[in-house]
């Protein structure tokens, strides 16, 4: 009887073990499976190197001969619509966010929509090239065409011979993500170029030049305490003390990518400084004391001696700051807002990848597969720090040996 | 050559001196952060708010409307029922993520051959260094989905899945490689010679597992838990996007909307200036008060807990 | 331990019990309603509540129906396809064929409704530009005048109607009005004209300056939208002179006495915007009126099967 109790008891303890490996596995696996599934669709060069806001165009037709055109078929395309009149076709398509818009799918090499002119000041001739997007186009005495109303409707007006082409609003695709790739770099840069030196050399304070006192055990704890801080803390944080600050050193007039790398520079600190100290700890006293022994003093012991050994850690320590700055989103929606840019300007806001998802998450419709695509790209970079990582520790562990 | 020696020496002391400045400055960050958020805090309470009244400190901690009475114009704030959501919903979270956290720890060091547990080990780090962010949209896209089907199927009403449970879920599911993490390393640390003890008595190696094993390393254990309080009471943008941003309770309900402090701290963006604005630096110093004093209650019950036992 | 996870799962069952107890039979006029709305600050809300005579609840939450969702835009529309029992509103630019949108009064939401005044749930979007003389330059004053000029004229129009609003004035092609604007011949690329005020006009007011720019020499714009306070703040008000002066504001309400200080001709409207009560595409009701509307808003009809019958 007591035994049978035993061996049921036995089977759910091991049952829940099992059972927990496998929720805790089955985890990591849903979030790749769910942003890989919705993410790989959008992902294209021009998505990487796009500008996010399109550009528009205004143009009218140079001259206006009817011809006829042979169209390729297009039949098996769902929801393309052709243009016999102009020699163009249209698809109800989305554009990188997401969004319904109206794509040229094909122009006729002979289409009046290849040779407009334009009716910007400075620039005279501009041509429509498969993948840009309708915005609208007018007619003399007629109701304009709205991208609104859809391709086909769109298609259909066009086609109408007593319509007069009057003005086209075209524009370029837009939605791309550049601008954030390039904010996100600058963070990091920024970032690493202010809290590396200054988390490395906090590090040899405390461990070659600090006496163990109360004092250094107190200022230890206070940046120990950093790190359980919560990063919207820091925003708060960057609003309160970094956003002005820069204001007043700066150019800048408002919150500004500077700001933005402070508060980063300050979330990443504690991770630099006991990564670093732990590597300096490991350095054996015996290399120290041989140094001191040869007549050099204490700070070309540390800088030449010790530190290149350390150097692995500081390295590890930069790079786990690297995917803090990637993943960060709270304190930087407060510092620097949420508003998707193109030209990225130190002293102005953007926004970094991370927060480019949270602006599509908050966006109207949500961008979910945009969003997905952006986590992906994340998970990617965050994967590759890891393994390198992993990697180079082994390698100097091997080395070492 | 001795003249060299003492400028030496000197380089020494002005070297060390600078690091010294660096260093206090990296320890001062803690207190800017609690002194400028304080006084930011505080201010609602204290001054008028330009002809609007100050706002009652009291109400302010006890109400469960966040604000009565018009935007802007009223500072009636109550954030009673957040500090209870945080509170409630850090603790269903660790209700959640403990055992698989704890359990999954066990099966790396204990159960899993050799290569199975490296493999596991990396799948773990993986999931502790993915941004909260994606975590939020894999929230939104996968579970409040399922959640509205769970809640509908069973005969609750749910806001389109937002919800206590789904942010339990996001939440837990940050958790775990915390906790996990931390575990495993103290799980290994158990002194081998009181396994043995154990097997040698008669015990099977499930019973050690379970009675010897995880109660010595229940320390390190705990520790874990701690971590993973504290991720769950701060995490905001996650949890933003699937708690549904409730303006009064407490939500008790799993299917019920709720809010948190930083979940409610994240939707006073739009405003650069006024009441509405400030106030959310008092709700700043809430959250770190609360942080904090779970921190503290935490550890202490941790070494109350630790001296029983040993 | 077993014990222990005794305990872990009653918690579980107990906090599952605490759900709001509202079984759901298979008939519809047994649901629940879900009130959804959106938070305080939105000027959507204002025009709602004021346009179903619920004036009280355009910001304030305490005298809305226990228990109400609030959620961004985006959220209603993703809530209404997916939560069979909620209600929401959204602007009518919003609406698309994933949920279902209701008719107000009998009378159904379309721009020759809104512009007839039948339809009477709606609001208007206003513009306010700084005052003569107040510019930097006469560049920036001219090329604001022709800014408002574009709006206002067919093309203008164009722009607003494909954005969803349902714009108030043609005055013509602005092929044939940009002579008297000599400013827009010159290439202004180097210039940039701010735009700020209310975020529920954000995407109008980017397809506005995205389709000005080619039309006025490139100008380029920037758009900063915080809320309708904004508008008359940051171009006439207090902040006019502050870095976040703007040359536009925009508000989606009318302009208060307070906001009134400028010279009329300083003023427009440029748009009205429908207001739509929305619901999921399965629910049988096709419209409502005002008094229901209200009566599901304070909580007086609770179930879907009030609406129908009552």
Redesign the interface.
């Known amino acids: 009887m007591n035994n049978r109790k035993i061996k049921f008891s036995e089977i759910f303890l091991n049952g829940s073990v099992f059972l927990s490996t496998f929720l805790s596995v089955l985890a990591l696996g849903l979030i790749f499976f769910y942003v890989i599934s919705r993410g790989t669709d959008l992902i294209s060069w021009e998505l990487f190197t796009g500008n996010y806001h399109a550009r528009n165009y205004i143009a009218e037709f140079a001259d206006l001969e009817e011809k006829t055109y042979t169209m390729p078929d297009f039949s098996g395309d769902e929801e393309v619509y052709i243009v016999s009149r102009y020699g163009i076709a249209l698809k109800q398509d989305f554009d990188l966010a997401g969004n319904g818009v109206i794509k040229v799918h094909y122009v006729h090499p002979q289409s009046p929509f290849n040779q407009m002119y334009s009716k910007e000041v400075g620039s005279d001739v501009v041509d429509l090239d498969a993948g840009m997007i309708f915005q609208r186009i007018s007619y003399i005495d007629h109701p304009t065409s709205l991208s609104r109303n859809g391709a086909e409707r769109f298609a259909s007006e066009l086609n109408d011979p007593q319509r007069e082409v009057f003005e086209i609003f075209f524009s370029d695709l837009g939605g791309g993500i550049r601008g954030s790739i390039i904010t996100t770099l600058y963070l990091i840069f920024m970032t690493l170029i202010i809290a590396v030196p200054f988390g490395v050399l906090t590090a040899i304070f405390f461990n070659e030049f600090s006496s163990n006192n109360w004092m250094t055990k107190l200022m230890r704890n206070f940046i120990e305490t950093l790190t359980g801080v919560p990063s919207i803390i820091y925003g708060l944080l960057g609003i309160t003390v970094f956003v002005p600050l820069t204001i007043r050193l700066t150019p800048a007039v408002n919150s500004n990518l500077i700001a933005g790398a402070l508060t980063l520079s300050v979330i990443i600190l504690p991770t630099i400084i006991r990564t670093t100290e732990e590597s300096l700890r490991v350095v054996p006293d015996d290399h120290r004391a041989a140094s001191l022994a040869l007549g050099a003093n204490k700070t070309q012991t540390t800088f030449k001696v010790v530190l290149p050994q350390a150097l692995p850690g500081i390295l590890t320590a930069t790079f786990l700051g690297i995917g803090r700055i990637i993943g960060e989103s709270a304190a930087l929606i407060f510092v620097l807002g949420a508003a998707v840019k193109d030209r990225i300007n130190i002293y102005e806001p953007s926004t970094s990848l991370a927060v480019h998802i949270w602006s599509m998450m908050t966006d109207e419709p949500a961008n979910i597969a945009l969003s997905s695509t952006i986590a992906l790209l994340i998970l990617a970079i965050v994967l590759i720090i890891n393994v390198s990582v992993k990697l180079s520790v082994y390698l100097l562990s091997k080395k070492g040996l | 050559m001795k003249g060299s020696k003492t400028s030496l020496s000197q380089i020494d002391t002005i070297i060390g001196s600078l690091l010294m400045i660096l260093a206090l400055v990296a320890s001062s960050f803690i207190v800017i952060i609690a002194t400028f958020i304080a006084i930011r805090g505080i201010l609602p309470f204290i001054t008028d708010n330009n002809g609007l009244g100050s706002v009652n400190v009291l109400q302010f901690l006890t109400d469960t409307v966040w604000l009565r009475g018009t935007y802007f114009i009223s500072t009636a704030y109550g954030a009673g029922f957040i500090i209870i959501n945080t509170l409630y919903i850090a603790f269903l979270t660790v209700l959640m993520s403990f055992p698989i956290g704890v359990l999954t720890a066990l099966f790396i060091a204990k159960v899993a051959p050799r290569p199975l547990a490296a493999a596991m080990r990396t799948i773990i780090e993986l999931l502790a260094s993915i941004p909260s962010i994606v975590f939020g949209l894999v929230g939104v896209g996968l579970f409040l989905p399922l959640i509205y089907q769970l809640a509908r199927s069973l005969g609750y009403s749910s806001g389109a899945g937002s919800s206590v449970l789904a942010t339990v879920f996001v939440l837990s599911l940050m958790s775990i490689p915390t906790i996990t993490a931390v575990a495993e390393v103290s799980i290994r640390q158990v002194d081998e010679s009181l396994e043995h003890a154990s097997l040698a008595l008669g015990a099977t190696p499930t019973q050690t597992r379970f009675k010897i094993t995880l109660l010595a390393a229940k320390s390190g254990i705990f520790s874990g838990a701690i971590l993973a309080v504290g991720r769950s009471l701060g995490e905001a943008t996650a949890v933003s996007l699937v708690s549904g941003n409730a303006r009064s309770g407490p939500s008790f309900g799993l299917f019920e909307t709720t809010a948190t402090i930083t979940s409610t701290l994240l939707q006073g963006l739009k405003e650069t200036s006024g009441i509405d604005y400030d106030i959310r630096f008092s709700l700043g110093i809430l959250l770190m008060v609360v942080i904090l004093t779970t921190n503290f209650a935490l550890n202490f019950i941790k070494r109350k807990v630790g001296n029983v036992h040993e | 331990?077993?014990k222990s996870?005794f305990l872990?799962s009653l918690?579980?069952v107990l906090?599952?019990a605490?759900?709001?107890?509202?079984?759901?039979g298979p008939k519809f006029e047994e649901?629940?309603i879900?009130v959804?709305t959106r938070?305080?600050?939105s000027g959507t809300r204002d025009g709602f509540m004021r346009g179903i005579g619920f004036a009280d609840a355009?910001?304030?939450?305490?005298v809305l129906v226990?228990?109400?969702?609030?959620?961004?835009?985006?959220?209603i529309?993703?809530?209404m396809a997916?939560?069979?029992?909620?209600i929401g509103y959204v602007s009518l630019s919003?609406v698309?064929n994933t949920i279902k949108a209701l008719k107000f009064e009998g009378v159904a939401a379309t721009e020759e409704n809104v512009l007839n005044n039948t339809y009477k749930l709606k609001r208007p979007f206003v513009m306010m530009r700084r005052v003569d003389g107040d510019y930097l330059n006469d560049t920036e004053y001219q090329l604001t005048l022709a800014f408002l000029a574009y709006v206002a004229s067919?093309?203008g129009a164009?722009?607003i109607?494909?954005?969803?609003a349902t714009a108030t004035s043609r005055t013509g092609?602005w092929?044939s009005q940009v002579s008297n604007h000599p400013v827009?011949?010159?290439?202004?690329s180097a210039v940039t004209l701010k735009f700020g005020g209310s975020?529920s006009v954000q995407k109008i007011a980017e397809a506005l300056s995205?389709?000005f720019?080619?039309?006025c020499?490139?100008v380029k714009t920037e758009n900063?939208h915080?809320?309708s306070?904004?508008a008359h703040k940051r171009t006439q008000g207090g902040e006019k002179d502050g870095?976040?002066y703007k040359h536009i504001g925009y508000s989606s309400r009318f302009f208060r006495d307070a906001e009134l200080s400028g010279p009329e001709a300083t003023r427009t409207q440029m748009a009205w915007d429908a207001i739509v009560a929305i619901v999921h595409k399965d629910n049988p009701v096709d419209g409502l009126t005002a008094e229901q509307l209200t009566k599901i808003y304070k909580g007086e009809y609770t179930l879907w099967g009030d609406v129908i019958t009552k």
């Open positions: 331990m077993k996870i872990l918690i579980f906090a599952l605490a759900c709001s107890p509202t079984p759901q649901e629940k879900n959804y938070d305080t600050t355009s910001a304030n939450d305490s226990a228990g109400f969702i609030t959620a961004d835009n985006n959220a529309m993703n809530a997916t939560d069979k029992a909620g919003s698309n067919n093309d164009d722009v109607a494909n954005a969803g092609t092929a827009c011949a010159q290439d202004n975020d995205a389709a720019s080619p039309a020499g490139n900063d915080t809320g306070g904004d870095v976040n």
